[in-house]
């Protein structure tokens, strides 16, 4: 054991010998950047504090001042312990006012529904320049528009109504949206279907009649239109620093969170080129971020329940010697990974779709650092906004859940805001440069 080793466990058990609480969980994990400790105890006896009854888990901060932890409101019992350890609240002490009976700060994430449901919320891009939120909704084909100036919503919509058709829809489901860089003419680019798509819009309600020719509207670049991928469709997509974008597909979804595998690819878009395929084969192509040296490109196939990464060459696009970051049911996460970004830390924030939450995960540890519960099951993505990128914004879905849980889950489909994570965004989301002549 090393000597910074060793201090962290000098503090850890000054911890629990203070707690002077029972001790039900111990866990620890020794790594280069933190040392976590997972029990519970009375906390009221550390900290003095009524209300909270349990205290989850501490970590410490790099420099070693600051102790984190963790506690619940409602009692452990065994089979849901490790489940209720994520549903906490996170609080931080300064190691010079420890162990004395009081708090230094409190910050309890908040999480705040913005939107109203839509049916399967998507695809989230903050447009740093006008401050305002991109999502979709795939099964019903809009490209929303949220402004928290005004607390407005607008959509485009993209084909004719289609709900019937909206759990494989050849050449439907709107999954992405991107602005496109340096337009002052709010060009957008979007994907439906098998379509790459260019449109103009003036943010009010409207309709783009996929079946007709308009000066608004251009199909870009198409893939896998040919008749044995006629059930595949675009999927999650991201503009990189130098405004390529990279995108990838899913195969046929017959019943939702069922996809046929191994049927999708990642593919790269850039001027002057077709789309060029990346990663192939791929269940259902999702969350992407790269760090912040642009040397490493974060990657996520739902079906592998998996973060992987790859060595990433931003001049020349290239990808390299994909590994594992992060597993999800190793780590005993509930939920499927879906979208996904990255924050100033370099640390990921990644969707559980059917896991009511989002995590927060430290790559180059492959440590779980967060849970942040959210009051919807199937959260599909997430993105910084905010004028300081420090809203952490979620979407979520509805589509194919039971009225029953429709019922339990009323604000399925909203968007939310999570405020209070003291973290941003590593960087505001590129826009594209459309991948044209
Ligand atoms: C535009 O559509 C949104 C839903 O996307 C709706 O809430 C709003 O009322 C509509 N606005 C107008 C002016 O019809
Ligand atoms: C199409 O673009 C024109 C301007 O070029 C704009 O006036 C019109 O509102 C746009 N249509 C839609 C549906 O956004
Ligand atoms: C959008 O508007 C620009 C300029 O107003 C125009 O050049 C372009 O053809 C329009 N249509 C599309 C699909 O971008
Ligand atoms: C993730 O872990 C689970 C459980 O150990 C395993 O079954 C699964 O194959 C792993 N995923 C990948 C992509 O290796």
Redesign the pocket.
């Known amino acids: 054991m090393d000597a910074t080793a060793a201090f962290r466990l000098t503090v850890g058990f000054l911890v629990l010998l203070v707690s002077g609480g029972y001790v039900g969980i111990l866990a620890v994990d020794v790594s280069p950047r933190e040392w976590n400790l997972i029990f519970h105890c009375t906390l009221g006896r550390i900290f003095g504090r009524k209300g909270e009854s349990r205290c989850r888990g501490c970590l410490f901060s790099l420099d070693h001042t600051l102790i984190h932890t963790t506690v619940g409101r409602t009692p452990l019992d065994e089979g849901s312990a490790h489940r209720r350890d994520l549903y906490r609240t996170i609080q931080t002490l300064t190691r010079d006012k420890h162990p004395c009976a009081r708090f230094y700060s409190y910050a309890e994430p908040i999480v705040t529904p913005v939107t109203g449901p839509v049916e399967h919320g998507e695809g989230p891009h903050w447009d740093a320049e006008t401050g305002v939120l991109f999502f979709v909704d795939i099964s019903q084909e809009l490209v929303n528009r949220y402004d928290p100036a005004t607390n407005k919503v607008t959509h485009a919509h993209f084909g004719e109504s289609v709900h019937k058709r909206i759990l494989n829809p050849p050449g439907g489901g709107v999954s992405l949206v991107i602005p496109v860089q340096g337009t002052e003419?709010q060009?957008l680019l979007t994907t439906r279907g098998h379509d790459v798509i260019?449109?103009?819009w003036s943010y009010e309600n409207a309709t783009f009649d996929c079946s007709l020719n308009s000066?608004?509207?251009?199909v870009i670049a198409t893939v896998e239109s040919n008749r044995n991928k006629a059930g595949n469709r675009w999927n999650d997509g991201k503009a990189d620093a130098k405004g390529r974008l990279w995108a990838g597909t899913m195969g046929p979804e017959p019943v939702v969170g069922s996809v046929t595998p191994d049927q999708g690819s990642l593919y790269l878009l850039q001027a002057g080129n077709g789309p060029v395929v990346k990663v192939s084969p791929v269940s259902i192509s999702n969350g992407l971020a790269w760090n912040k040296d642009n040397t490493l490109m974060y990657y996520i196939d739902t079906a592998t329940g998996q973060v992987d990464v790859f060595d990433f060459n931003v001049d020349e696009a290239t990808i390299a010697n994909r590994r594992k970051v992060f597993n999800l049911t190793e780590n005993r996460i509930a939920g499927h990974p879906d979208g996904m970004t990255i924050d100033s830390n370099g640390n990921l924030w990644i969707a559980c779709f059917d896991g009511s939450q989002v995590i927060n995960v430290d790559p180059d540890t492959g440590g779980l650092i967060d849970a942040v519960p959210i009051p919807a099951s199937r959260v599909t993505s997430v993105t910084f906004g905010g004028p300081s990128l420090d809203i952490l914004y979620v979407t979520t879905s509805r589509l194919g859940l039971s009225e029953e849980e429709k019922k339990q889950q009323p604000l399925a489909g909203s968007v939310f805001a999570v405020t209070g994570l003291g973290v941003s965004a590593l960087a505001p989301a590129n826009n594209v440069i459309p991948p044209t002549r």
């Open positions: 003419t060009q260019l449109f103009n000066k608004n509207f251009t």
